[in-house]
Structures are given as structure tokens and as C-alpha cells.
């Protein structure tokens, strides 16, 4: 599990409470129901409303992956396949079913199985490019939607704010009242931005980049798979699977 979004929101969140300690606020006026419900609600509503129900719905189910933030290592990859070159040199492409029928990985599966039975290399890199844009095409999506949710929050946090002095207006009569009931009405900025900045755009963000790996590992996959199918050697593969990867990237670690 890589623990960065926890820790850097733990971090952003903690700096928040930290600051209205030391200036000597108080933490219960910032978390104000209403403003809340506006903010978060209302992003939500028009989030869902720019796009398809299905959208919206495939983008909070990548959440709990987004937390977690599993990948693997470009170096595992590599030498699972330069192992796969080794047993197909030694056995043959057919004797790649079964590795086919083992693996867990659909990418991979689908690759080793269609050399197994005998697919031409260029209809093998057409269907395997175009199941490659098609996972992670959804997955950037998802991203996409989340840092579209942080573009809405800030502005309807600001509607917020506006339907609050709106009804602080109507209470002028009331001075006693006015500067707690201004300072309310500026929560709902407050959560505007900071649902965007500390939520939304952060997920958007990491989706995005946990998908730029996997993308990457798949085009490993892709151009070794057919590196194999076409007789390379397993120490020429395993070259030239490093050489696509940068230096700092290249590790045994899992």
C-alpha cells in the first residue's frame, strides 16, 4: 500500500488545524454543517449532472484502488517476461498456454494466449494497443472526473458564500449578530476551496498518474510479448525492456 495520499492529506488537513490553533480561532466555527452540505452536495450534483450516471459511478468505485495506490515494480515486470522468453525458447510458443492459464493479469493473458495459438504479430499489437487504450482509458476518465469536481467546488463555495450574506443582509437590524453570521458565510469558501485543493484535485491527480503507470507496465508487456513471439533472445528482451525505463525506476522491489 502506498501510503502518499493519507500522509500528504494528514499533512494538508493537520496544517489547517494547526494554523487556526495558533491564531487562535476555534475549529468548531469552520465545520459547519450547512455550508458543508452546500458545497460538498452541490459539487457532487453538477459533477454527476456534466456526464452519464455510469460515469460518475466508475469514478467513486476506483476510490478504494486510488487509496491504496497498488502498482508494480516496471523491474518485476521485466523479469517476469524475460522468464517467459527463457521457457518459450526452451519450449516452444505453445507451451505459453499454460502460463496463459496461470497469470492473474487479463493484459498478460490475453497476450500469452494469442501467441500460444498462433496470432500474426501485427493483428497481435493492433488487438493488444487497442485493449491497452481501452483499461486505461476508463481509468483516466475517472480522473478527469474528480479534478472536474475541483474545478466546480471553489466557485459553488463562493455561491455559498453569497446565499448566506444574502441572509445576513436581511438581519441588519441585528448588530449583535453580524459578525458571527459574516463569518459563517465565508465557511462555505472555505470548504469550496478546500474540498478542490485537499480532496478532489488530489484524487484526480494520483488516479492519473497510477494510471500512467500501469500504462506503462502494460506497454512493457506489449512489446515483450512480441519480442517473444518473434524469437528474441531473453537477455536481448531484458535490455531492451530496461532501456524503456528510467534509471531511478529499475528496481528488485515489489
Known amino acids: 500500500m502506498d501510503i502518499a495520499l493519507i500522509l500528504g492529506l494528514v499533512i494538508a488537513f493537520g496544517s489547517i488545524v ?3 490553533i495558533i491564531e487562535g480561532g ?3 466555527s469552520l465545520i459547519l454543517p450547512g455550508p458543508m452540505l452546500l458545497v460538498i452536495g452541490a459539487t457532487l450534483g453538477v459533477g454527476i449532472a456534466s ?7 466508475r469514478a467513486f468505485a476506483t476510490i478504494p484502488k486510488i487509496l491504496i495506490g497498488k502498482t508494480q ?3 518485476a515486470v521485466i523479469d517476469q517476461m524475460v522468464q517467459i522468453a527463457e521457457k518459450a525458447r526452451k519450449n516452444g510458443l505453445l507451451s505459453l498456454e499454460q502460463d496463459a492459464a ?3 493479469d487479463p493484459f498478460l493473458k490475453n497476450a500469452l494466449q494469442n501467441i500460444a495459438d498462433g496470432t500474426d504479430s501485427e493483428e497481435l499489437r493492433v488487438l493488444l494497443e487497442e485493449d491497452l487504450h481501452s483499461k486505461i482509458k476508463e481509468k483516466k476518465h475517472a480522473g478527469k472526473f474528480f479534478k472536474m469536481l475541483g474545478g466546480y467546488a471553489p466557485t459553488i463555495g463562493v455561491l455559498g458564500t453569497v446565499v448566506s450574506l444574502t441572509h445576513v443582509l436581511e438581519n441588519l437590524d441585528e448588530p449583535d449578530t453580524l459578525g ?3 463569518a459563517a458565510a465565508f465557511v462555505a469558501t472555505l470548504w469550496g476551496l478546500l474540498s478542490a485543493n485537499f480532496i478532489w484535485l488530489p484524487l484526480g491527480d494520483r488516479q492519473g498518474r497510477l494510471a500512467q503507470i500501469e ?7 506489449m512489446e515483450g510479448a512480441l519480442a517473444i513471439q518473434s524469437g528474441t533472445p531473453a537477455r536481448l528482451l531484458g535490455e531492451r525492456l530496461r532501456a524503456m525505463v528510467a534509471d ?7
Not at 215 to 221: A, R, V
Request: charged content about 35%.
Open 18 to 20: 494547526v494554523t487556526v
Open 215 to 221: 500504462e506503462d507496465n502494460k506497454t512493457l508487456i
Open 51 to 57: 456526464g452519464r450516471l455510469s460515469d460518475a459511478l
Open 248 to 254: 531511478h525506476e529499475l528496481s528488485k522491489e515489489k
Open 102 to 104: 496461470e497469470t492473474d
Open 180 to 182: 458571527p453570521s459574516i
Open 73 to 75: 515494480k516496471p523491474q
Open 26 to 28: 476555534h475549529l468548531e
